[in-house]
Structures are given as structure tokens and as C-alpha cells.
């Protein structure tokens, strides 16, 4: 992303300096490039740290799936989420964003879309082509399924509750 908006190390380095990241010298940069050494082992490893990840984003101005998903990738390459789950790097976008659920996984969008802390709930974004009519038919159908879920557990416990 770097040499795609034609930023130096030096000048990409001064700019994680400016946002208080000071630690992201041209030398780390570039170590993190070109894979850094591990400090027991001496090998070199390319992993960034979430901190990492986020200052650079911050520093390049662009949003952190960009560093996450190269934006040169097709929709259709594939992207490698861990050793044994690959999908599409538009899966991967979508996954990345919340839209989606990774296959092999629970699967249950609602379940899912209930991790989103409640105060943001309301302004959940939905992928592009869903517009403000099927996002509220979306959900108002996860409301209808989460209310009949309650009732039912409060049917079972109150059955379990009479028996004592």
C-alpha cells in the first residue's frame, strides 16, 4: 500500500511519528517488509501486530482492510483466513466487515449480528445492493426470530420452575 501511494519508507515513517507511533522507524518498516527476525530464533517472520496495523492505516490514511485484503485483488482470489479456511477475497472483505460468516463456522447470522454492541446496532452497515427496505425486512425478521427464542426459553424455564 505503501508504494502504491508513493510513499517512501523515511516519509511513511515520519508520518507514524506525527500520529504518535513514533516506535514505526524506516528501519522497523522496512524489517516488516522484507519479513522481521524473531528475536530467540533469529528467523524472519512478516507478522504485524494489531497496533501495527492500525497506526499504518492511520498513518496512510486508509481504512485497515485495505492492509488486511490487497485492493488489487480480484473478488474471485482466494484468501487465506488461516492454514485450513480459504475463501474468496471478497468473502474475506465481507467477513472482515461483518456482513458474513466464515464457512464451517456456527453460520447463524443472527447470532452473529448480535455480537455488534446494541448501541450500534441500529447503524449496522449491510453489503452493496442491500438497500433501506431490505435491511429493515432483515431486521424485523432477526427481531421476530429473537423474540419467539426468548419466549420459548421463558416457556422452558417457567416448566422447569413449576416442578420444584
Known sequence: MRKRLEMSAAQLAQRCAQIGAPELTESTIANIETGRKHKSTGRRRRHVTVDELLAFAAALDVAPIHLL???????????QVTPSVSVSTDK???????????????????????????DERGRVWLP???????????MEAAIAQLTDALEDLKTHQGDGDAGQ
Open 128 to 138: 452493496p445492493g442491500e438497500g433501506v427496505s431490505s435491511r429493515i425486512s432483515g
Open 92 to 118: 474475506a472483505r465481507g467477513w472482515i466487515r461483518g456482513f458474513w460468516t466464515l464457512p464451517g463456522t456456527r453460520n447463524e447470522r443472527l447470532f452473529y449480528l448480535l455480537e455488534i454492541p446494541s
Open 69 to 79: 485484503t490487497s485492493p488489487d485483488a480480484s473478488e474471485d482470489d482466494a484468501y
